[in-house]
């Protein structure tokens, strides 16, 4: 199944890729409201990741497992690109006149989510990280990513995941007792590449990730 949906999708088959986008997009959502706080960037991830999967489609290996991780790479590269367009539109804006006072719905958003305070708090913690700290935590906590997955997602050596991860998970129990959910971490063994790198040029490939 998985090897017909890649061909699939792979081959521009639109049936396969509404297929892709039923089984993955509230995982991208998932992970881009992690990395940005914020219901409405999370949406933008999902359109903007989808749209640069379908761009991209040409260059997914024709072998492989689960386009979970490869969707989920693009995604970490959409969030940048959004945070550097927010960053220019705030400067932008802070050059202009202060507009006048409108009303925020987010406080009442917030509000009807469980442990709204909790989020609060860790959403705070997470700004303190490094943007690399930040994306692991989202990858292999959140999106439940094995070190190799994430290592191929964000193109950097398996070792390089593991000591950020690692030094991430440390901040985040300072602050945060509670910040680091079931104290997870990718599953032993299925943690080393080849070779100790993998690249990703927007995509990445995956499995899970188990309780320690």
């Known amino acids: 199944m998985e090897l017909s949906l890649r061909a699939g999708v792979r081959a521009g088959d639109p049936d396969a890729f509404r297929m892709l ?17 914020n219901w409405s960037a999370a949406e933008e991830v999902v359109s903007l990741t989808f749209l640069e999967a379908w761009r991209l489609r040409d260059r997914i290996e024709p ?7 490869w ?12 945070a ?5 539109h705030e400067a932008a ?20 989510m469980d442990d709204s305070a909790q989020l609060r708090e860790t959403m705070n913690a997470l700004a303190t990280l490094r943007r690399g ?11 439940e990513l094995d070190y190799a997955m994430a290592a191929r997602a964000l193109g950097v050596p398996v070792g390089t995941v593991r000591s950020r ?11 945060v007792p509670a910040a680091d959910p079931d104290d997870r971490e990718p599953a032993v063994g299925q943690e080393q590449v080849e070779g ?4 990703a040029a927007r995509p990445m490939q995956e499995e899970t990730d188990e309780r320690r």
């Not at 550097?84 to 220019?88: H, M, N, V």
């Open 84 to 88: 550097r367009a927010s960053r220019r």
């Open 165 to 175: 991860l690692s030094r991430a998970r440390g901040k985040l129990r300072k602050l």
């Open 133 to 143: 700290e930040r994306e692991l935590i989202a990858l292999c906590v959140w999106s």
């Open 93 to 112: 804006m802070s050059r202009l006149p202060p507009p006048p006072p409108v009303p925020d719905f987010a406080d009442e958003l917030a509000g009807r």
């Open 196 to 199: 100790g790198r993998e690249h």
């Open 21 to 37: 986008f039923d089984e993955s997009a509230r995982a991208v959502y998932n992970l881009g409201f992690r990395l940005t706080a």
């Open 63 to 69: 072998e492989g497992g689960s386009l979970r991780p």
């Open 71 to 82: 969707l989920l790479g693009i995604a970490v590269n959409v969030t940048r690109n959004l």
